[in-house]
């Protein structure tokens, strides 16, 4: 049931002990995303635990909630859940925002704002914000009015994006988390869409927190990522799977490594050294995870076409599993050239590890060099001795990490920092002691 429409600026009381609020667009055009920023009396943030969004779905309060997007009769909506009553004394607004990731607001058709009862599913409010150039924008705000809470109507956009919003309402963006540095990167990630922009933000955040907990803040590596190939990856690269990890891992590229920047290579039958992958150009850069190339591969033959600049051509590199040779190629890179901070291998494969002498030889060989080798698995196969390294003796020190997932995209970005980093701090101290690294 349908209560009323608000223009800007007017406002409605609001009785129910939770709402749901809903941000809804028609299908096509940019992606809208829906957050919540809890403020004081100051108009600002207490700090980025105010800021609820899907990377950060719930207030410590529990009294905002990021509930996740659906989708019907050709309309998509992004929610949040509110409970009025709990929220903290010290907020006196719940700010309400959207943003367009892939656009703008004037390319997104049927934008609406709704305020529903949760447990009548009564329609309190609903607000149509008009916008164009905008990339952020309030769509509205439920906030404390003598001792009763109001919900009005917004509509306030910001074509500067999130470093718009971050000014006004105190949300760090590109600061650095737990008193990490400011990667030298950051400066490309202005370029970046609205919406990967705020999820590098928050995971640059996390991993720094990863960090500090392992007693490794501040610490600089060179980044290296590694992307199995192989025929059996194919449903990982066509669900966008890949393409995710590849998101996170500039993460822990901008946090770590001093130019934000990494050195990044395919495998399968054959390695393949991809471009390098700075974070200002993610999204372009995405084109190299082989997504396009699979009916090529496994389906109808194409005629052969001129690669764009930097292409790999993925019929070279084959089908097979021989992660030695591309292990090789990596510790190559790092003997021509040299750096003056240890190295770190963001190695991901869906297993099916056979030349396990092969690979075995190679790490063992690379244990004198200045270089961590951390293995993903993605799912449940045969990873050999991948698997089976950290039990083997013979080694200086353990340059090897090892952990795999069932499905790494329902791994919270916390815990998969967490895993990713846990080792590695440990490494270097051993390596120093060990005299492999100055």
């Given at each position: 049931?349908?209560?009323?429409?608000?223009?800007?600026?007017?406002?409605?009381?609001?009785?129910?002990?939770?709402?749901?609020?809903?941000?809804?667009?028609?299908?096509?055009?940019p992606?809208?995303?829906?957050?919540?920023?809890?403020?004081?009396?100051?108009?600002?943030?207490?700090?980025?635990?105010?800021?609820?969004?899907?990377?950060?779905?719930?207030?410590?309060?529990?009294?905002?909630?990021?509930?996740?997007?659906?989708?019907?009769?050709?309309?998509?909506?992004?929610?949040l859940?509110?409970?009025?009553?709990?929220?903290?004394?010290?907020?006196?607004?719940?700010?309400?925002v959207?943003?367009?990731?892939?656009?703008?607001?004037?390319?997104?058709?049927?934008?609406?704002?709704?305020?529903?009862?949760?447990?009548?599913?009564?329609?309190?409010?609903?607000?149509?914000?008009?916008?164009?150039?905008?990339?952020?924008?309030?769509?509205?705000?439920?906030?404390?009015?003598?001792?009763?809470?109001?919900?009005?109507?917004?509509?306030?956009?910001?074509?500067?994006?999130?470093?718009?919003?971050?000014?006004?309402?105190?949300?760090?963006?590109?600061?650095?988390?737990?008193?990490?540095?400011?990667?030298?990167?950051?400066?490309?990630?202005?370029?970046?869409?609205?919406?990967?922009?705020?999820?590098?933000?928050?995971?640059?955040?996390?991993?720094?927190?990863?960090?500090?907990?392992?007693?490794?803040?501040?610490?600089?590596?060179?980044?290296?990522?590694v992307?199995?190939?192989?025929?059996?990856?194919?449903?990982?690269?066509?669900?966008?799977?890949?393409?995710?990890?590849?998101?996170?891992?500039?993460?822990v590229?901008?946090?770590?490594?001093?130019?934000?920047?990494?050195?990044?290579?395919?495998?399968?039958?054959n390695?393949?050294?991809?471009?390098?992958?700075?974070?200002?150009?993610?999204?372009?850069?995405?084109?190299?995870?082989r997504?396009?190339?699979?009916?090529?591969?496994?389906?109808?033959?194409?005629?052969?076409?001129?690669?764009?600049?930097?292409?790999?051509?993925?019929?070279?590199?084959?089908?097979?599993?021989?992660?030695?040779?591309?292990?090789?190629?990596?510790?190559?890179?790092?003997?021509?050239?040299?750096?003056?901070?240890?190295?770190?291998?963001?190695?991901?494969?869906?297993?099916?590890?056979?030349?396990?002498a092969?690979?075995?030889?190679?790490l063992?060989a690379?244990?004198?060099?200045?270089?961590?080798?951390?293995?993903?698995?993605l799912?449940?196969?045969d990873?050999?001795?991948?698997?089976?390294?950290?039990?083997?003796?013979?080694?200086?020190?353990?340059?090897?990490?090892?952990?795999?997932?069932?499905?790494?995209?329902?791994?919270?970005?916390?815990?998969?920092?967490?895993?990713?980093?846990?080792?590695?701090?440990?490494?270097?101290?051993?390596?120093?002691?060990?005299?492999?690294?100055?």
């Amino acid at each position: 049931m349908r209560e009323r429409a608000l223009s800007a600026g007017a406002n409605v009381p609001v009785d129910a002990a939770a709402v749901r609020v809903e941000v809804g667009r028609e299908a096509g055009g940019p992606d809208v995303d829906a957050s919540a920023l809890l403020v004081g009396a100051d108009g600002r943030v207490r700090g980025d635990g105010d800021f609820v969004f899907y990377n950060q779905p719930r207030h410590a309060s529990g009294a905002v909630v990021h509930q996740g997007k659906a989708e019907e009769d050709g309309v998509v909506t992004d929610r949040l859940g509110v409970e009025p009553a709990a929220v903290e004394p010290g907020v006196e607004r719940v700010v309400l925002v959207a943003s367009a990731d892939g656009g703008t607001f004037g390319q997104v058709r049927g934008l609406v704002v709704r305020l529903v009862d949760v447990a009548t599913q009564r329609e309190l409010a609903r607000f149509e914000p008009v916008a164009g150039p905008e990339t952020v924008l309030i769509g509205g705000e439920l906030y404390r009015r003598g001792g009763q809470w109001r919900f009005r109507a917004v509509g306030q956009g910001y074509a500067s994006g999130l470093a718009g919003l971050a000014a006004d309402f105190g949300v760090t963006v590109d600061e650095e988390g737990g008193g990490a540095r400011q990667p030298g990167g950051a400066a490309g990630e202005e370029g970046l869409p609205a919406g990967m922009r705020e999820r590098l933000s928050l995971r640059k955040r996390q991993v720094a927190v990863s960090l500090e907990k392992h007693g490794a803040a501040g610490m600089v590596a060179r980044v290296v990522l590694v992307l199995d190939a192989s025929g059996s990856m194919s449903a990982l690269y066509a669900r966008g799977v890949v393409a995710d990890v590849v998101e996170r891992m500039v993460a822990v590229a901008a946090q770590l490594d001093d130019d934000g920047t990494m050195q990044a290579w395919t495998f399968a039958s054959n390695p393949a050294r991809l471009p390098d992958l700075r974070v200002g150009d993610l999204p372009e850069w995405l084109q190299h995870v082989r997504v396009g190339q699979l009916a090529g591969l496994f389906g109808r033959r194409r005629r052969a076409g001129r690669l764009p600049d930097g292409q790999v051509d993925m019929k070279a590199v084959g089908v097979g599993n021989e992660e030695q040779k591309v292990i090789a190629e990596v510790r190559e890179h790092v003997r021509r050239h040299p750096a003056g901070a240890p190295t770190l291998v963001l190695f991901f494969s869906d297993g099916g590890v056979y030349r396990n002498a092969e690979i075995e030889r190679e790490l063992r060989a690379s244990v004198e060099e200045p270089v961590f080798w951390q293995f993903v698995g993605l799912g449940r196969s045969d990873y050999g001795v991948l698997q089976r390294f950290d039990e083997l003796p013979g080694r200086r020190v353990d340059n090897v990490g090892f952990f795999s997932v069932d499905d790494i995209s329902t791994l919270p970005d916390p815990e998969l920092y967490d895993r990713l980093l846990s080792q590695f701090p440990r490494w270097v101290v051993a390596a120093r002691r060990a005299g492999i690294l100055p």
